[in-house]
């Protein structure tokens, strides 16, 4: 059975946060910052063993409008139909530089029962 499923996050330390604690198929994630901080960046990452990078942002930036940045990665399309990326053991997003910003993590995925 297919659970398909959404969360969201807001992150600001240098941490790992894990998003999904299972194996799990991801379709879309969208990363919306809105500080910068110094030198932070972002990795999306699986929990294999080695993990997988997914996606790095190297810096994170806020463009000079000051508006915040949307920057919307579609990764497959549809978890309900398990198009997208296998994420074995599940997903992590790791956050590190200097001074950590602010940004909102959402992502669509579906998992296994």
Known sequence: MIHRKRKAVRITTNTTTTLVPKTCVLAQ???HCVNAG???TLKVLDKASPPRTW???NPIAV???GKPDLTD???GGDAEKLRGHY???G???VTAGTTPGEAAVEI???TFK
């Open 29 to 31: 994630i969208v990363v």
């Open 108 to 110: 669509d995925f579906a």
């Open 87 to 89: 994420m074995e053991g």
């Open 63 to 65: 463009p000079a409008s």
């Open 55 to 57: 996606m790095f942002l």
């Open 38 to 40: 110094t030198a932070w």
């Open 73 to 75: 990665f579609v990764i």
């Open 91 to 93: 997903i992590d997003v």
